[in-house]
């Protein structure tokens, strides 16, 4: 379970791609290095990875054809930005909202949009994932905890303050690139009751 508080940005170091899966070597943010074990949750651009190996070089997950076909890990470079939250702890505060980590579908930055500091980014997203979302509620971009400002068939939008352009990959984001998304867990028991709802009346 995690909040989508990203705690910071980590590097791609490697990647070792087979057949059905890849294996990805990233190196965390430093001030995270020294609380992680093997076998410890960690969201990856918001998809909850297994710690299979620590290392000098960083820590190791794998990922298999699920994972890849509904997340952007596919895409990810060497070199390149993750952004990392480790799971959420008992006695933590909830700063975000609830986060499983498990990834919805992807989304394409549709528009990006400036008001001074603050920066309005749309997003376009099948039908199936926008239907569970609402104006005001809560939705995962990457990992990141956001609240939906608009809410259209197949898109949404979202207003992103300063600091969370500058310590997510969020900030890095361009027209046209695939982004994770998590939509809230209690719109979709809503929404799953309330079609099983409409096929009890219609039967």
């Not at 651009?45 to 990922?63: D, R, S, Y």
């Not at 400002?149 to 695939?178: C, D, K, M, Q, Y």
């Amino acid at each position: 379970m995690f909040t989508g508080i990203v705690e910071g940005q980590g590097t791609v170091k490697h990647i070792d791609r087979g057949e059905g899966e890849i294996q990805l070597v990233l190196s965390p943010p430093s001030d995270l290095l020294n609380d992680c074990a093997i076998g410890d949750s960690i969201a990856v651009n918001g998809c909850c990875l297994t710690v299979i190996a620590i290392t000098e070089n960083g820590w190791t997950f794998q990922a298999g054809d699920e994972t890849l076909a509904k997340t952007n890990l596919g895409e990810l470079q060497v070199g390149g930005p993750a952004n990392f939250e480790r799971s959420m702890r008992a006695d933590g505060r909830l700063g975000g909202h609830i986060v499983q980590g498990h990834v919805d579908g992807t989304g394409i930055v549709d528009d990006i949009q400036e008001h001074g500091d603050w920066t309005d980014m749309w997003f376009q997203v099948p039908n199936s994932v926008a239907r569970q979302m609402v104006p005001k509620g809560s939705v995962t971009v990457d990992g990141v905890s956001l609240t939906l400002v608009n809410v259209e068939a197949e898109r949404f939008s979202v207003a992103l303050i300063p600091h969370t352009l500058e310590v997510t990959t969020l900030g890095r984001r361009v027209i046209g690139e695939r982004v994770n998304v998590e939509t809230d867990i209690l719109g979709k028991y809503i929404l799953k009751y309330l079609d099983n709802l409409d096929l009890q009346v219609r039967s």
